[in-house]
């Protein structure tokens, strides 16, 4: 059984909320959203995200992904997803998101990302200035 304090019942708790339309490619013969669509709704917020943050020499790349399904999506609907930065390391941050459809949470996603050199692919060191920004505006809500 889930634990349903740990699921968002209000998306304006989030710092950032990013809009999707499900697609009819999305789906399955039943009009059920497929899962790897999910995962890649919650990767487009993520990048709407990080896009800004990243040059051709730094990026974040991810390392952990984790999904929680927990109410099934259809064809056609219109989603928001809500993103936080609930931990920022020295060289990882980890983002918090839940997917809505019509007010109601269908599925939560946690996951790490690290900032690396891409050409030496290896980690880095999230600069103070990037660290800022991040906390500044996509950090934990009061609320959350």
């Known amino acids: 059984m889930r634990n349903k304090k740990n699921i968002p019942t209000n998306i304006n708790i989030f710092k950032n909320i990013f809009d999707e ?15 790897v669509s999910i995962s890649r709704y919650f990767e487009s917020a993520r990048v709407n995200i990080i896009r800004d943050l990243e040059n051709e020499k730094y990026s974040f790349v991810i390392v952990n992904f984790n999904i929680n399904y927990l109410s099934q999506i259809f064809y056609p609907s219109n989603l928001k ?15 918090n998101q839940a997917l809505f459809v019509d007010q109601e949470c269908r599925a939560t996603a946690t996951s790490i990302l690290a900032y690396a050199d891409i050409k030496k ?3 880095h060191k999230i600069s103070k200035n990037i660290i800022k920004n991040l906390q500044y505006l996509y950090g934990a809500s009061d609320e959350i």
């Open 21 to 35: 339309t499900v697609r009819w490619g999305d789906t399955d013969g039943y009009n059920h959203v497929n899962n």
């Open 121 to 123: 692919s290896k980690s």
């Open 81 to 95: 997803i809500g993103t936080y930065i609930s931990k920022i390391g020295n060289k990882s941050i980890v983002f």
